[in-house]
């Protein structure tokens, strides 16, 4: 690739991994990293470029790009739906008038863009189970909003000035690089670090909240197949459904004791989060991911449980030795 690839959010828990599977693809120096805060020691910091920039100033990404041949922009600075229920006028700055700079930019310079959608994009009144690829989208958080609003944007932009917009509903993502940024489905990651530091957990959403959840090597294989993949294929480009599996709080935990078998978890509810789980799909209908660009998760619930211990430990040992 010649161009360059630009990420924002790229110290988050995607961008964290995605900036270094896009360095290991394309280059260490093709892929600039950005942020608005700097994590000195972590990997996506280090490994190459890296321009601190607010997705509110698009003065400072215009002279990147400007600067730059930039070809790609991965659009990922954005809050969750936890913190954007607690400051819902920085969450609708942030995620809309963020993303509206990033396609503008991208109007201007020509560049291909990835942004996430997630499963907050639905709301109590979407179909449940198997939540079809169209169908309605009254999400009640803020969160939810400015994921639908973010869908519709970036569908406007392809349609109205042709930029090549593309893009994903994650489900929960799970992962052990970068901790998450205040969403709802945190707990399926905290879980596990708990699992070996405590053996034990205490969990915020109720026993039998089904949600949509993936292990982030598969979330970061979608991401970077959907923009390589054949445009002529894309019947829906933005807001892609993809998912790995359907699992509640004590499918995690049963699958933990097979690998720590003294591991327990009890429950604490928080309404607020419990609240926001109880209007997001139980499972979802990836069949346009894998119709039109091929897209198939590798990871199950087991697998990744293995992964995750494994990587975890070595992480909390280290650390600990360093400490
Ligand atoms: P995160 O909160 O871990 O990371 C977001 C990053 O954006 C942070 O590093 C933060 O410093 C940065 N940021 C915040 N405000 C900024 C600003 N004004 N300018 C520049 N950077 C700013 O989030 P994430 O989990 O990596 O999510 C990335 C994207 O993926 C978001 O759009 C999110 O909605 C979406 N998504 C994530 C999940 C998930 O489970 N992680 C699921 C569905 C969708
Ligand atoms: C959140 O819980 O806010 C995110 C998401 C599913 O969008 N993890």
Excluded at 30 to 57: H, K, T
Excluded at 155 to 166: E, L
Excluded at 179 to 196: E, H, L, N, R
Excluded at 212 to 225: G, K, Q
């Amino acid at each position: 690739m010649k161009e360059k690839v630009i990420v924002t959010g790229a110290l988050g828990q995607i961008g964290s991994e995605l900036t270094m599977a896009l360095r290991e693809k394309y280059g260490y120096d093709q892929v600039i990293a950005s942020d608005i805060r700097s994590m000195p020691g972590l990997p996506a910091f280090e490994s190459g470029p890296f321009v601190s920039a607010d997705v509110n100033d698009p003065a400072q990404f215009d002279h990147v790009l400007r600067t730059n041949k930039v070809g790609t922009i991965y659009h990922l600075a954005a809050l969750l739906s936890h913190v954007a229920e607690q400051n819902p006028q920085r969450a609708w700055h942030i995620n809309m008038a963020g993303l509206f700079n990033i396609l503008e930019l991208a109007r201007e310079y020509k560049c291909q863009v990835f942004t996430p959608s997630s499963i907050g994009a639905f709301g109590r009144s979407t179909p449940q189970d198997k939540t079809p690829q169209d169908t309605i989208q009254r999400p009640s958080t803020m969160y939810g909003v400015t994921k639908v609003a973010g869908e519709l944007l970036c569908d406007y932009y392809f349609k109205r000035f042709g930029v090549d917009t593309r893009g994903v509903r994650y489900p929960g993502l799970i992962s052990y690089v970068a901790p998450p940024g205040g969403g709802t489905t945190d707990y399926a990651v905290d879980i596990y670090y708990q699992a070996i530091v405590k053996k034990r957990y205490t969990c915020f959403l109720k026993e039998g909240t089904y949600l949509d959840m993936m292990y982030m090597p598969d979330a970061l294989r979608a991401a970077i197949e959907l923009m390589e993949a054949d445009p002529s294929r894309l019947k829906h480009r933005n807001a892609f459904n993809v998912t790995s599996m359907s699992i509640a709080p004590e499918d995690i935990m049963h699958s933990i004791q097979k690998y720590i078998p003294d591991f327990s978890m009890d429950y604490r509810i928080d309404p607020v989060r419990q609240d926001i789980a109880e209007s997001w799909p139980n499972s979802m209908d990836d069949s346009a991911a894998r119709d039109e660009w091929g897209f198939s998760p590798r990871y199950n619930l087991d697998s990744m449980t293995q992964d995750m211990l494994d990587k975890l430990k070595r992480k909390l040992t280290k650390a600990d030795h360093e400490n």
